[in-house]
């Protein structure tokens, strides 16, 4: 009996919009895609209050959940989303050990429950290529047909009430924000303790070669765990899941409020994934830091793709994977559909490989998980002979560390993560753990040294260090001694040299994309939500999705200007598609504004054909050759600026600017109609005027009309307001600034902080 209500709205936001409006609700989930551009993560999925919540430890865990489970199973039911409804929370480590009838040798001081579910009727989906958010709603646990059906609307429309508040919640949780105020970075990790010493892992290290010499096991993952005590501070898990993300963007992160616990994990490494009968694993092994420059990044690339140990240790646990999915598969349906593929995060680079199959008619998604956990590139090869060195080993049990969360719907599909890269939030204690892959030639001190470049990440979040990453290690100790160093691109801090930023020109890119170019006087940008808000909507138009959440680019922005030492600066916000691929980027830049003299003599300008292809919808393109060349040759004649005429010899626009006219104290404009774009500064001034009683007009002109007005003047984020007293050699008017273009240039500056300096 299948009771399904949903509804669907158009959406450019982000999960943690969503997580933010009900950030108070009991056991709030998100499971989420933050890396959705690399094709492992189109959907986020959100929820909160469960009909029901599933706590269990030993070895009856999971019979135990599929026994509740049961209760609510719908199989074949069709959804308009991949998870409508079910079951989300997380799976520990340590059932693997009652599963494998391992006996427990290490220490529980943790005593973290087994696994945690909790049973949701209704789930917000975000799917970021459609920019849709879906809200379904079940009706569970109801079993009467006519009270699901109650249920389900009553529980969609509560959740539409709350939704009314997403603006103005987010806004009061997404600030930049520290845990740790003003402390240097290497006083802050000397607070975190690890049940490790160095020379204890060292001489761990040393005994887990001796076991592979011995022949125990080819490979075994060992790790540590780092604690640290926020007593007297206030900590807020979904602020640290925000920042830890932003840190860097991944495919299977998720935030799990299981009451006192808080999940927080940035997990880049999918466990399970089962679509009807379809099945998928991707084991992933095989790390290198990124370098602190373009130079060093490729070398460390290089160095993981030719790395002997790396394809070595990859290719062991993607065996033990084919073989843990054969207990459960048809006969020679499973195979290894990509072996080795180099991811890029943040501060790492990771070796993948992903392997398929087809599910037997006689199992489901619990005996999937069964036959398969934990996965095999947390453990090592041999399976359990490797779990039973790391319970020797190990001073104290992993709790979710290496565990799996995610969810599995009604209908049986599922979709799991590995738990790594992952914060535990309980009390005032927070836990992280992390590892690696010991094979034959690794050295102990090599195996160390990975553990900390693994843990960087979850440090500097903790740490409010959300800020350089790895390409310039030196950032934060040098910071005040650096200027003008760094943009942002694709989730890096990259050393800003001349031939990127000439690359990375609008103009020169000529990709499919958009941009926005903005002004920012004394650290803040002048109309910046506006700027966004038509950003967004090119993207819309262009049908791309942001590879970041386009709420997070002013905190992009702010910190830029901090570690670049700028005050007055050029801003530009750009997102494009190139190899398949969605980039970002944010660059600020020294300003150079128009000298006082300028704008008391006004621009002159040349006449040329050429307007915006996309007329019917137009969008800040990067498809900007006509407009850039336009420009080079009007100030090779000893012009200032270009204005363009479409087919129709209808005026349009400049090349980075509004035109506006005055006649017979009538404000007129190019409608968009004629093809120009319309200029946030070009709203603004019309706005402006309007409320200074000023008659305003968009009219279909040509260069006629602007010889025969009264004044004119040009229109964008960084002029602001400039006088155009001449074209083609011609004069404009009295070939000076106009007392009307002074007059709305006067109150364009006092309210929207553009004043030449």
């Known amino acids: 009996m299948s009771v399904l209500i949903a509804k669907t709205y158009d959406f450019s936001g982000d999960a943690l919009e969503l997580c933010a409006c009900f950030r108070h609700e009991p056991y709030l989930f998100c499971l989420d895609s933050s890396r959705f551009d690399q094709g492992q993560g189109r959907y ?15 070895k009856d865990t999971l019979s135990s959940l599929k026994k509740c489970y049961a209760q609510y199973s719908q199989p074949n039911q069709q959804t308009l989303t991949p998870f409508a409804g079910g079951i989300v929370g997380y799976l520990g480590y340590d059932y693997g050990l009652y599963q494998e009838k391992i006996r427990p040798h290490a220490k529980d001081d943790l005593k973290f429950p087994d696994a945690v579910f909790g049973f949701y009727d209704r789930v917000l989906t975000i799917d970021h290529h459609a920019r849709k958010l879906h809200i379904t709603s079940s009706g569970w646990p109801e079993k009467n047909k006519a009270l699901r059906e109650k249920r389900a609307a009553a529980r969609l429309e509560d959740i539409e009430c709350a939704l009314k508040k997403v603006k103005k919640e987010a806004a009061s949780f997404f600030t930049p924000s520290t845990i740790v105020e003003k402390r240097a970075l290497s006083s802050f990790e000397a607070d975190f303790a690890s049940n490790f010493t160095k020379d204890e892992y060292l001489a761990t290290v040393r005994k887990v ?9 080819y490979q075994l993952n060992l790790s540590q765990r780092f604690t640290y005590d926020t007593a007297g501070e206030n900590v807020d898990p ?4 925000r920042s830890l993300r932003q840190l860097s963007p991944v495919s299977f992160g998720g935030y799990f409020a299981a009451g006192a616990l808080k999940l927080i994990s940035n997990s880049p490494e999918m466990f399970l994934r089962l679509r009807g009968r379809s099945v998928q694993a991707r084991p992933m092994k095989g790390t290198r830091p990124r370098g602190s420059e373009i130079v060093e990044d490729r070398r460390l690339r290089n160095e993981i793709e030719q790395s002997a140990k790396d394809k070595a240790e990859l290719l062991m646990i993607t065996d033990l994977e084919r073989n843990d999915l054969g207990k459960v598969c048809d006969y020679g349906s499973v195979r290894v559909k990509e072996m ?4 890029e995060y943040k501060y790492v680079f990771q070796a993948t490989s992903s392997v398929e199959g087809t599910l037997r008619a006689d199992k489901d998604c619990f005996d999937l998980i069964e036959a398969c956990f934990p996965g095999g590139s947390i453990t090592g090869c041999p399976k359990i002979r490797a779990m039973e060195i790391i319970e020797e080993l190990e001073p104290a049990r992993r709790g979710p560390y290496t565990g799996s969360m995610g969810y599995i719907d009604f209908s049986g599909n599922m979709d799991l993560n590995i738990l790594i890269r992952t914060l535990v939030h309980c009390g005032e204690k927070i836990h992280f753990q992390v590892g690696g892959g010991i094979v034959a030639d690794s050295t102990p001190e090599g195996e160390y040294e990975e553990t900390l470049v693994k843990a960087r990440a979850l440090r500097a979040c903790l740490a409010g260090r959300v800020g350089p990453g790895p390409w310039d290690r ?23 040299k001349h031939s990127l930023l000439e690359s990375l020109t609008p103009g020169v890119l000529k990709a499919k994309g958009v941009f926005e170019t903005m002004r920012a006087r004394k650290g803040k940008v002048a109309l910046l939500a506006a700027h966004l808000k ?21 905190e992009h922005i702010t910190r830029l200007l901090k570690v670049n030492r700028l005050k007055n600066a050029r801003v530009r916000v750009m997102v494009w598609q190139k190899g398949g691929r969605v980039h970002a980027a944010v660059i600020c830049e020294p300003l150079q504004p128009p000298s006082a003299r300028q704008y008391k003599e006004g621009f002159k300008a040349s006449l040329t054909n050429g307007h915006r292809r996309n007329t019917s919808e137009p969008v800040k393109s990067l498809d900007y050759q006509i407009f850039r060349e336009s420009l080079r040759k009007a100030r090779a004649a000893g012009f200032d600026e270009a204005l363009l005429v479409n087919r129709k010899g209808e005026l349009v626009e400049g090349s980075r ?14 409608p968009v109609a004629s093809g120009c774009l319309p200029g946030v500064t070009r709203q603004v001034v019309l706005e402006r005027a309007r409320k200074l009683k000023l008659r305003c007009a968009a009219k279909a002109l040509n260069a006629r009309d602007l010889f025969e007005a009264d004044e004119a003047f040009v229109t964008n984020a960084l002029l602001g307001i400039m006088p155009l007293t001449g074209l083609d050699k011609r004069k404009i008017g009295t070939g000076k600034p106009g007392p009307v273009t002074s007059r709305l240039r006067k109150v364009y500056e006092t309210g929207y902080a553009v004043r030449v300096e």
């Open 44 to 58: 986020s999925f959100v929820g909160f209050d469960p009909f029901e919540v599933f706590e269990a430890s030993g």
């Open 238 to 241: 979904l602020e640290i899941y």
């Open 657 to 670: 600017t509004n035109v506006f006219l005055v006649k017979d104290n009538v404000l007129l404009t190019p």
């Open 340 to 343: 080795r593929a180099i991811e």
């Open 474 to 496: 030196r950032a934060w100790k040098n910071k005040g001694r650096m200027s003008r160093k760094f943009l942002w691109l694709d989730g890096q801090w990259v050393k800003a």
């Open 209 to 217: 070669l001796g076991h592979i010499a011995a022949g125990d096991i």
């Open 534 to 554: 038509r950003m967004s909507r090119g993207l819309k138009v262009l049908k791309l999705a942001s590879p970041i959440p386009i709420f997070t680019i002013p």
